[in-house]
């Protein structure tokens, strides 16, 4: 899943550095026991200190207390530099110098973050330029040019707010048994009769998907999505399988399903992949005579997404994390 790229001087936006938040951050360096980890601890100070700023001037509450980046053991041992923001998550602040173009970002924060926004310093620390963010890595360095603008990171902090990472799910635990409330293997929902579709698939490729040449590797579960009266109160069925691929990306393919009595889809049902930033990626829509709708695509380790299910004026969404 692709994400947008900017030009960073046109969107940056500068900010000036209080003279507390330097003494703060002179504090904690002034507690490691070696130069090069008193600079690290520092501009990390700064940089957390810098995006609270910002948050606090966009109404979005935080809690710097509660982040790893205030607790003194956490920074001695880490390279961390996160923000706690209540009810959403942790978002890593993470500092570049001027002129640089590549952003470090540690394995450590790869996990349990809600995104990452970037700051840059020039050597007088008088003010700092928020550059833009992006919402997951999976590699240790980050090109700046990959960077989405704030507007997009504003917009994906109000996307997690209306749904909590707690309610993800987290695809790479499929591959080891462990599945989410709600999704089952296909079979068991076949083994209910109000639900086994009318029509003979079970032979076919349709519903059987792409096994490829590694089954073992392919892991797939199935949910019920319910449109209520919109389709005669029968369900239809999200089947989402998953197979690992090359340069640790995870193949993604989708299917929706009639159920029961139900041999075809409504006509206009559309089933839509988000991209982290809640804009449309893919999107296809039933037919008249559509047994099923189908989607495939590509993600890195981390990377977040939704798929929508809607018809006319319903919809239900699944929000998901690789």
Not at 105 to 129: C, K, M, N
């Amino acid at each position: 899943m692709n994400n947008s790229t900017y030009q960073l001087d046109d969107f940056a936006l500068t900010l000036p550095i209080s003279q507390t938040a330097r003494i703060t951050a002179q504090q904690f360096a002034n507690q490691q026991p070696n130069p090069e980890k008193a600079e690290q601890v520092r501009l990390n100070t700064l940089a957390v200190w810098v995006v609270n700023d910002y948050l606090q001037m966009m109404d979005i509450p935080t809690d710097l207390q509660a982040s790893d980046s205030w607790n003194p053991i956490m920074r001695l041992c880490g390279n961390v530099a996160d923000l706690e923001i209540p009810s959403i998550g942790r978002l890593e602040c993470r500092p570049v110098h001027l002129h640089q173009r590549i952003c470090s970002i540690p394995p450590e924060t790869w996990e349990e973050r809600v995104g990452y926004l970037v700051v840059q310093f020039d050597e007088s620390l008088q003010e700092a330029r928020l550059l833009g963010f992006i919402p997951s890595v999976a590699t240790e360095t980050l090109p700046l040019s990959k960077l989405q603008p704030l507007e997009a990171f504003i917009d994906h902090l109000w996307q997690l707010r209306e749904s909590p990472l707690t309610s993800l799910v987290n695809l790479s635990q499929w591959f080891a048994g462990i599945f989410e409330t709600g999704w089952q293997t296909i079979e068991s929902l076949w083994n209910v009769p109000e639900l086994r579709p009318n029509y003979a698939f079970r032979s076919t490729e349709t519903l059987e998907l792409n096994t490829l040449n590694q089954p073992e590797s392919i892991t797939k579960r199935a949910k019920l999505i319910d449109l209520g009266i919109q389709i005669l109160n029968q369900p239809v069925m999200l089947i989402v399988e998953i197979s690992p691929e090359k340069n640790q990306e995870t193949s993604i393919h989708l299917q929706l399903h009639a159920t029961g009595n139900q041999i075809y889809l409504p006509s206009g049902v559309h089933l839509t992949v988000l991209d982290s930033s809640g804009a449309v990626f893919l999107s296809a829509q039933s037919r008249k005579s559509d047994n099923y709708i189908q989607l495939q695509f590509r993600g890195e380790p981390t990377e977040q997404f939704s798929v929508r299910v809607a018809l006319d004026n319903i919809s239900i969404t699944e929000h998901f994390r690789i």
